[in-house]
């Protein structure tokens, strides 16, 4: 560990859903304001190597880094909040662990011994955690530990966090979120439940240094104290974490309960000058004080579990904002409008977006969703498996090629409009196989695209296997569809958009990955900003 770096594990009690991200994003976006350089980890603890196999509904979207990383959500809620880029290092799971100690056992680097959880796991789950502190780039380094203290799974970690908090005395921190659950029946906050959270961290030989509370009302001072004098940490660190209004707010509230102060403190750091944080306030007014409001349709196959689209959803706060503009979003199902009355299920909405995703479930009805976005001139944007059913749905209703379709969802498809990259021809494992990551984009001069972007060439965040096929390309450019955005190296197109509509879009990239507070992400910017048109010339 370099002598300088500062470690903050952040675990949590009593339940899960408490926001270990969102805090951990907050005490983040505070020491930064106070000029710190740091970034944020997860250390998930289950065997998948990565979520990037999982089904969202397990643990909702998987967030894909620019060095092509497929995480955990949370890490999305790091980039919004700190504007830094985070990487593979920074997203660590048990899987990962295991085949990393697993494959040194292959290799001999063992020299014969018994391999075992202490110390082979936890020396790599340290080494994991000081691998961003030994990069030279971070002051603070925040690692989040994923699951409820307590659970089988997470033990090794917090074996691990004992190790480096007897280790490095001055230079590790535990922050432990817990709840403070209101009893109706007395009229009270009960703070048992973190006391035997607290309690099960000591059993493990950690006392945690500063506990964040939720709860949903104001902890009076005599709970303060009592959870003070129980749990062994001082006054000071009792921190409240009231129920927010948006998860924006939650770096304030933190602020105003000193949480910057107490940690920096407590790691012997400088407070440094009172951080202002003036874009984030001015974000927050905006967010508040919406001079409008419009409604776009999300339509995918996951909406039952919103966080299957978290980083969407977020685009859209930060580029309402952005238009002083509120964006309720209307989640559809796909597989409901192909059950239903299209023109009843989408109508008055100002715009339309169709989510990315995989496989034949509900895709007929986002080629639907498609169509009548093109047809009734509603502002339309397609991510990625939505990009791909706008060219579907063009080839088959315009250039009237009847069965065309993916080969991803019919490989006999006698119009195959998009199909496999070459590179993925002989790809046979699933996990980490995609095109991921951050490739260029070129954009093509006086289109729809150039406008938005005003930069000839872009970079964005990539998650597929198919693709346009650029052999029909020239059919569909003649017919009104463009390639306004493609590869500089292979030539693969990366926007498509409608030369006769007036917003309609579809991106095989993520720009939803790239959409932070600071910088909202240009194209839904301005993709809400038809909507708010279009609203206007329907009113
Ligand atoms: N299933 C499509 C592909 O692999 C789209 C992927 C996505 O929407 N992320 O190309």
Request: aromatic letters at 8%.
């Amino acid at each position: 560990m370099s002598k300088k770096t500062k470690y903050i594990f952040v675990t949590g009690g009593v339940t899960s859903s408490l926001g270990k991200g969102i805090l951990a994003a907050s005490l983040a976006k505070l020491v930064q304001a106070r000029g710190y350089r740091v970034t944020i980890q997860k250390l998930d603890p289950y065997i998948n190597i990565d979520p990037g196999t999982l089904n969202p509904y397990e643990h909702g979207e998987c967030f894909v880094t620019d060095d092509g990383a497929e995480t955990d959500l949370d890490l999305g809620h790091y980039e919004r909040y700190l504007n830094i880029p985070t990487s593979q290092a920074n997203n660590v799971t048990t899987g990962r662990i295991y085949q990393s100690v697993i494959n040194k056992e292959r290799r001999g680097e063992y020299l014969g011994k018994t391999v075992q959880v202490i110390p082979h796991i936890t020396n790599e789950i340290k080494r994991t955690v000081r691998l961003l502190g030994d990069s030279g780039d971070y002051d603070i380094i925040i690692t989040e530990i994923g699951g409820t203290v307590g659970d089988i799974e997470s033990l090794p970690y917090i074996e691990a966090v004992r190790q480096m908090k007897w280790e490095h005395v001055d230079d590790v921190l535990v922050v432990h979120l817990t709840l403070l659950p209101y009893l109706q029946t007395t009229g009270e906050l009960k703070t048992k439940p973190t006391q035997h959270s607290v309690k099960t961290l000591l059993e493990s030989g950690v006392q945690p240094d500063i506990l964040v509370c939720r709860s949903h009302m104001n902890i009076s001072d005599s709970i303060r104290n009592k959870i003070a004098l129980f749990c062994n940490v001082a006054l000071d660190s009792v921190i409240e974490s009231i129920d927010a209004e948006s998860i924006y707010d939650v770096p304030l509230l933190m602020k105003d309960e000193k949480l910057d102060q107490v940690v920096l403190r407590k790691l012997k750091l400088d407070l440094g000058d009172e951080p202002e944080l003036l874009v984030w306030r001015e974000f927050l007014k905006r967010l508040k004080n919406p001079a409008k409001e419009i409604t776009i349709g999300l339509v995918g196959k996951y909406v039952e579990l919103k966080d299957s689209y978290k980083s969407i959803a977020e685009s859209f706060i930060h580029a309402g904002t952005a238009n002083n503009c509120k964006v309720n979003v209307e989640w559809i199902h796909s597989q409901d409008i192909e059950k239903g009355d299209v023109n009843e299920i989408l109508k008055g909405l100002d715009g339309i977006l169709v989510a990315p995703g995989f496989g034949k479930r509900g895709i007929d009805g986002k080629i639907t969703a498609t169509q009548y976005a093109r047809e009734n001139n509603i502002p339309f944007l397609g991510i990625c498996l939505g990009m791909q059913c706008a060219v579907i749905e063009f080839a088959r209703n315009v250039l009237n090629k009847e069965n065309a379709h993916s080969t991803e969802i019919d490989p006999d498809t006698e119009s195959p409009v998009i199909g496999l990259m070459d590179d993925q021809q002989t790809v046979t494992d699933m996990g980490g196989t995609m095109r991921l990551g951050q490739y260029p984009c070129k954009v093509k001069e006086n289109t729809l695209a150039a406008g938005i972007y005003k930069d000839s060439k872009i970079m964005e965040r990539h998650r597929h296997r198919y693709e346009f096929n650029n052999s029909y390309l020239q059919e569909f450019e003649a017919a009104g569809m463009i390639a306004s955005g493609r590869n500089p190296d292979s030539d693969l197109v990366e926007i498509v958009e409608l030369k006769d509509h007036p917003w309609f879009v579809g991106v095989q990239f993520h720009p939803e990955y790239k959409s932070t507070v600071s910088n909202p992400h240009l194209l839904f910017v301005n993709f809400i900003k038809a909507a708010v048109k279009s609203s206007e010339l329907e009113a």
